[in-house]
T-cell receptor
Framework: GEQVEQLPSSLIVQEGASVLINCSYT??????FPWYKQEPGKRLQFIID?????ERKQNQRLTLLFDKKTKHLSLHITATQPGDSAIYFC???????????FGSGTQLTVMP | VTLLEQNPRWRLVPRGQAVNLRCILK??????MSWYQQDLQKQLQWLFT????????VKSLPGADYLATRVTDTELRLQVANMSQGRTLYCTC????????????FGPGTRLLVL
């Protein structure tokens, strides 16, 4: 079955810095890749997604890049703020499936 | 507007007891409801997806047994039993508008601690 690997497991940066979170997946049948953010004690919050027929998607300070050939995604967050501190999860799902396969998460800490 | 509510939000579970969790959907336009579990290391794992009232599924995983029931169009339940002593588990439900590639929204979760 699908496996999703996410790196790094943690990041600590100063406010204003940019960060990059990487994910790779194994199943070429995966076609949809949503990302979520989880703050301590709070629900998973959808932040951005991309489909396999796209290469790039941007939402304000978030840019998501997708490489179908290498089965790799990367989330770029610019101008980080302390409020961005959270665990970020990438996930993958195949066509017609409702099951999300999650990466192991990246704990981002933005220091003021 | 919150799409999903869960109760209880947390529970101390005496060893050997089962616990029943509820997930309430506030918008019936998201009929595909699922349960996920998250361990202390924050790893998320899909458990079940149930679409129609009356649907039921069971699953046994290391550390707990699960029974999911779609009670109504707006209520999903999860019974968690035989949890390992000392275990902490976080169960969250989700809702999806279609059966395929679309944004899946999550509930606030229930935290379980086995005594």
């Amino acid at each position: 079955g699908e496996q999703v690997e996410q790196l790094p497991s943690s990041l600590i940066v100063q406010e204003g810095a940019s960060v990059l979170i990487n994910c790779s997946y194994t199943d070429s049948a995966s076609v949809y890749f949503p990302w979520y953010k989880q703050e301590p004690g709070k629900r998973l919050q959808f932040i951005i997604d991309i489909r396999s027929n796209m290469e790039r998607k941007q939402n304000q300070r978030l840019t998501l890049l997708f490489d179908k050939k290498t089965k790799h995604l990367s989330l770029h967050i610019t101008a980080t703020q302390p409020g961005d501190s959270a665990i970020y999860f990438c996930s993958a799902t195949s066509s017609g499936s409702w099951q999300l396969i999650f990466g192991s998460g990246t704990q981002l800490t933005v220091m003021p | 507007v919150t799409l999903l509510e869960q109760n209880p939000r947390w529970r101390l579970v005496p060893r050997g007891q089962a616990v029943n969790l509820r997930c309430i959907l506030k918008n019936s336009q998201y009929p595909w409801m699922s349960w996920y579990q998250q361990d202390l290391q924050k790893q998320l794992q899909w458990l079940f997806t149930l679409r129609s009232p009356g649907d039921k599924e069971v699953k046994s995983l290391p550390g707990a047994d699960y029974l999911a029931t779609r009670v109504t169009d707006t209520e999903l339940r999860l019974q968690v039993a035989n949890m390992s002593q000392g275990r902490t588990l976080y169960c969250t439900c989700s809702a999806l508008a279609t059966g395929g590639q679309d944004t899946q929204y999550f509930g606030p979760g229930t935290r379980l601690l086995v005594l």
